[in-house]
């Protein structure tokens, strides 16, 4: 991988990532684009750029992890449990989705949702609206919905933020709690890919690696940062509009 593809693909994780908007989806479509064939050590520099983008996770709420917050972090491992456990069991049957053509439709289809979603959404106090107040239920079913994620193109953070909508947060802790979920996910997923993958690093150029990791974290960092500001005046509606668009786009051109 050369070193402009490495950068690309950094940013690419590190904007998508954290928007509902499916980063597999994303890169996909992109290596595509530049040519990338998916080989093994391609592969291990996707585990990289996802590290990455763990880590602006904790650069951004490094205060959250004490003690002092055990109850979030119980809720977090709550909604983490069901992808967790589905897609251990069907990781092999998941694969087999990963084509341009179905990341098309669940773009157009999740964008849809998100649309009908803030059709549907009723501001007011009665609404959560802050993480460390999320009851135990909301947690569950935010994980379950999140499941939904396995499907390419639907995107984990959109699953967990319209899990975080339908079960009565705002979105900006919605997006938050969505945030946090990240963690375990990816460190869960990249972890396994690191186990499997590991040997593929002796093959591969650490100039390209490094590349793709800073610039994925920092865009990670500044993503999440600006999202959560765009979400205290602006709805999802661009993002859904976005998906659809994208996923006709991509229907009409690669389908």
């Given amino acids: 991988m050369e070193i402009f593809q490495a950068a690309i693909l950094g940013i690419i994780e590190g904007l998508t990532e954290f928007l509902p908007i499916s980063s597999t989806g994303h890169l996909i479509v992109v290596s595509d684009w530049l040519g990338i064939e ?38 977090v491992l709550i ?33 849809l949702i998100f649309l009908v979603m803030e059709k549907l959404y009723v501001d007011g106090k009665h609404r959560t609206q802050d993480i460390e107040d999320l009851t135990i239920r909301q947690a569950f079913w935010i994980g379950i919905i999140q499941v939904f994620a396995l499907i390419p193109g639907t995107s984990r953070a959109g699953a967990s933020i319209v899990g975080g ?36 690093f002796n093959n591969t150029s650490w100039t390209p690696l490094m590349v793709g990791f800073l610039m994925a974290f920092l865009a990670a960092w500044l993503t999440i940062k600006v999202f959560i500001k765009f979400l205290q005046t602006f709805t999802f509606n661009a993002f859904g509009v976005y998906r659809i668009v994208f996923g006709i786009v991509l229907l009409i051109w690669f389908v």
Avoid at 54 to 75: C, G, T
């Fill in 79 to 111: 909604a983490f449990l069901p992808i967790a456990i589905i897609g251990f069991i069907f990781q092999d049957t998941v694969k087999a989705f990963f084509t341009i053509e179905t990341v098309a439709w669940f773009f157009i289809i999740g964008g």
């Fill in 38 to 75: 998916q080989t093994k050590q391609n592969t291990a520099f996707e585990v990289i750029i996802q590290v990455a983008a763990i880590l602006a996770i904790f650069s951004h709420y490094k205060e959250k992890f004490s003690l002092q917050h055990l109850r979030l972090w119980n809720n």
């Fill in 165 to 200: 909508v339908m079960m009565g947060l705002d979105r900006k802790t919605a997006a938050e709690f969505s945030f946090l979920l990240a963690l375990p996910v990816l460190m869960a997923a990249s972890g396994l890919d690191l186990l499997k993958h590991y040997e593929d």
